[in-house]
């Protein structure tokens, strides 16, 4: 028997994981539900015409650093290929601030490119958040973030920094043109917001 579209698709599904998932979880400082990040990551990613499984990656991106899914739940449920891309923008919560940045800095040097896509829409939705926020309360929006504006001024660069290596070496190696087109899309997003933010126009 065929379902004709009557059941729910994968990406579905994974909405309403992260939406279970995140549940009582809200965005730092804000009485926002941390699921509208996910959500908005996910319609970035889709905006930009990305695969399902990095569009569902980047609905679960958060799911394994900040809740009790596992990386092997997901695996279970969603293929091998959306676990790795999560895990890949998983940070280890055990180690201090400054140290997991840094080795997410450095992996995404030499990530793939559905990690840098859904890295790229992460930041950028964090970005566009701070950028509003800022506007409405200006430097006290820097009070909810590790380290104040420095802290998260050289973070962002430093993240862009790494992307940026993989664009100039051509080190993605992707023989699929639409990834190189939406990463090369998302990345100038990811750059313009930085900019924006950070280099005295917000």
């Given at each position: 028997m065929h379902d004709n579209g009557v059941r729910k698709n994968r990406v579905e599904e994974a909405l309403e994981i992260a939406a279970q998932a995140h549940h009582g979880q809200f965005r730092k400082g804000t009485v926002t539900p941390y699921i509208s990040h996910p959500y908005a990551v996910c319609l970035i990613l889709m905006n930009e015409g990305c695969s399902e499984e990095v569009v569902i990656a980047g609905l679960l991106h958060d799911t394994v650093e900040d809740t009790d899914m596992t990386l092997d739940c997901i695996q279970e449920r969603f293929g091998p290929t959306v676990a790795e891309i999560v895990d890949g923008c998983s940070e280890d919560k055990s180690l201090r601030w400054r140290e997991r940045k840094s080795e997410r800095i450095e992996a995404l040097?030499?990530?793939?490119?559905?990690?840098?896509?859904?890295?790229?829409?992460?930041?950028?939705?964090?970005?566009?958040?701070?950028?509003?926020?800022?506007?409405?309360?200006?430097?006290?929006?820097?009070?909810?973030?590790?380290?104040?504006?420095?802290?998260?001024?050289?973070?962002?660069?430093?993240?862009?920094?790494?992307?940026?290596?993989?664009?100039?070496?051509?080190?993605?190696?992707?023989?699929?043109?639409?990834?190189?087109?939406?990463?090369?899309?998302?990345?100038?997003?990811?750059?313009?917001?930085?900019?924006?933010?950070?280099?005295?126009?917000?």
């Open positions: 040097k030499t990530a793939s490119p559905e990690i840098c896509l859904v890295t790229c829409a992460d930041k950028i939705h964090n970005l566009r958040t701070v950028i509003s926020e800022y506007e409405e309360i200006g430097d006290t929006v820097w009070e909810r973030f590790h380290g104040g504006v420095e802290a998260q001024s050289w973070y962002y660069q430093s993240v862009l920094d790494s992307l940026n290596t993989q664009i100039e070496s051509d080190s993605s190696e992707s023989n699929n043109r639409d990834i190189q087109k939406q990463f090369q899309s998302l990345f100038e997003q990811l750059q313009h917001a930085l900019v924006y933010l950070f280099d005295g126009e917000a």
